[in-house]
């Protein structure tokens, strides 16, 4: 009895220790998984979609007056910068579905473009956020009406989607046996 008396404490001082997992598990959106979700006849427009990692998107402000709207405003060497971050794993919802490329708002008015190829320094088989051009580890955003730069490291932030919304996908083959003339 004494053992089991020593046993059960120790037993939940590990199990304390273990590290929380998450419910749903977020996996990288692909091309084959759009291509899966999308033979499944599955509306993308319905998927939840998640940024991996933390970006920030800076420009500078002209003018005198500060104006802040999303974001925060900070003075830089007597300039104006206004910066939004976008933290990793802020939920996002697709906007327009392009060949190649998705849209994706993480607030309302505004969104970024994801892509899989050379503009979105994407190897094809992530979605990437994607610029108008790279300079440095910079990238040239269109986010709302203005240009933003991504700051470095911020590039290679990719789309996830939820995996337990991957499971829910089902799809349904019929084979077709044909038909003979009696």
């Keep these: 009895m004494k053992k089991i008396l020593f046993i059960l404490p120790v037993f939940f001082l590990f199990n304390a220790c273990v590290p929380y997992l998450p419910e749903e598990t977020k996996v990288p959106f692909t091309p084959d998984l759009r291509s899966k979700i999308e033979s499944a006849q599955k509306d993308i427009k319905a998927l939840q979609f998640f940024i991996s990692q933390d970006v920030t998107l800076q420009r500078e402000k002209g003018g005198s007056q500060v ?38 708002s993480f607030e309302e008015g505004k969104s970024l473009k994801f892509g899989t190829t050379v503009g979105a320094k994407s190897d094809g088989n992530y979605y990437q956020i994607y610029a108008l051009n790279w300079d440095n580890g910079y990238g040239e955003v269109t986010y709302g009406a203005s240009n933003f730069w991504i700051r470095p490291g911020g590039g290679t932030a990719r789309l996830l989607v939820s995996k337990s919304a991957i499971n829910k996908i089902t799809t349904e083959t019929h084979v077709v046996g044909g038909r003979k003339i009696n």
């Design 67 to 104: 104006d802040v709207k999303n974001g925060k405003v900070e003075m830089s060497d007597g300039r104006h910068i206004e910066s939004v971050v976008i933290k990793a794993y802020t939920p996002g919802i697709c906007e327009e579905i392009g060949t190649d490329f998705l849209r994706v």
